[in-house]
């Protein structure tokens, strides 16, 4: 199975952690056996630790991390249109703008590894009602398809949408969560907390409508059509998912209240 990855890279260059596929193999696979057995096994006879702090240093270092991000990806592919939208393929080697996708396609997959830290602290917190199966899978999709796409495909092309969406929508919900941290007592009160969600739905269709219309109408593009498909089978399933939660957590409890 592993060897595929004998195939030589499309990058010469690789990045820590991008080198070989153990060290996203060993992140992975200790992040579920954490999440799933071991993290609760180790909780079992203690109390929740108090993470308020380490809450908040972690949800700000994240909104400004997926904000910077965002407005460098907005600036490059919005102001200076550095892409074509209707089809934007990686840039080659040489290209004056290479080494920009390279490090920002990069400081998103990092971004990611950094994001399975949510798990960990609900683990320590005993807030195990928050690790659904959406949460990990969530997850784990993220940092596998950002380092499966840079070891097969390279960096850039249409996950540069993905990245500016991804990135905008995440800079609002750690904002939330800091929000959170700060007052655990407004939590529940917070009334743009379901917009959240709304959001994540509206950037997958966003994903799925862009990548069937580059897959329909532009011909001859040279992005591969088997990433366009499985961007718009990941939106589908996401849309899925993430709108069973908001029929969850806000329709069918605004029902009940109004039955009774």
């Known amino acids: 199975m592993f060897g595929i990855f004998d195939i030589p890279p499309p990058d010469p260059n690789q990045m820590p952690l991008?080198?070989?596929?153990?060290?996203?193999?060993?992140?992975?696979?200790?992040?579920?056996?954490?999440?799933i057995k071991f993290g609760?096994?180790?909780?079992?006879?203690?109390?929740?630790?108090?993470?308020?702090?380490?809450?908040?240093?972690?949800?700000?270092?994240q909104v400004a991390y997926n904000g910077i991000y965002f407005a460098i990806?907005?600036?490059?592919?919005?102001?200076?249109?550095?892409?074509?939208?209707?089809?934007?393929e990686n840039f080659p080697?040489?290209?004056?703008?290479?080494?920009?996708?390279?490090?920002?396609?990069y400081a998103y997959f990092i971004n990611k590894i950094l994001d399975l830290l949510d798990t960990v602290f609900f683990v320590l917190r005993k807030s195990y009602k928050q690790i659904s199966f959406l949460h990990v899978y969530h997850h784990l999709m993220m940092v596998l398809g950002c380092y499966l796409v840079m070891r097969f495909y390279g960096t850039g092309g249409?996950?540069?949408?993905?990245?500016?969406?991804?990135s905008l929508v995440h800079t609002v919900?750690?904002?939330?969560?800091?929000?959170?941290?700060?007052?655990?007592?407004?939590?529940?009160?917070?009334?743009?907390?379901?917009?959240?969600t709304i959001s994540q739905l509206l950037q997958f269709a966003i994903i799925f409508l862009y990548?069937?219309?580059?897959?329909?109408?532009?011909?001859g593009c040279g992005f591969p059509p088997f990433l366009l498909w499985v961007q718009i089978a990941q939106s589908i399933v996401m849309m899925y998912m993430f709108g069973n939660f908001y029929i969850k957590a806000y329709i069918r409890p605004k029902q009940r209240s109004k039955s009774n």
């Open 18 to 35: 991008t080198n070989s596929p153990w060290p996203v193999f060993l992140i992975l696979t200790s992040y579920l056996l954490f999440v």
């Open 40 to 61: 609760k096994a180790f909780m079992a006879n203690r109390k929740p630790y108090n993470l308020r702090r380490v809450l908040y240093v972690y949800n700000l270092g």
């Open 73 to 88: 990806i907005f600036y490059y592919i919005i102001i200076v249109q550095i892409c074509n939208f209707q089809c934007m």
């Open 93 to 105: 080697f040489g290209h004056e703008r290479k080494n920009l996708e390279r490090y920002m396609h």
């Open 158 to 166: 249409h996950f540069n949408a993905l990245g500016v969406l991804n």
């Open 173 to 196: 919900m750690y904002f939330y969560y800091f929000l959170s941290a700060l007052y655990p007592g407004m939590k529940d009160s917070i009334w743009w907390k379901k917009y959240i």
């Open 211 to 219: 990548a069937s219309y580059v897959l329909l109408f532009s011909k």
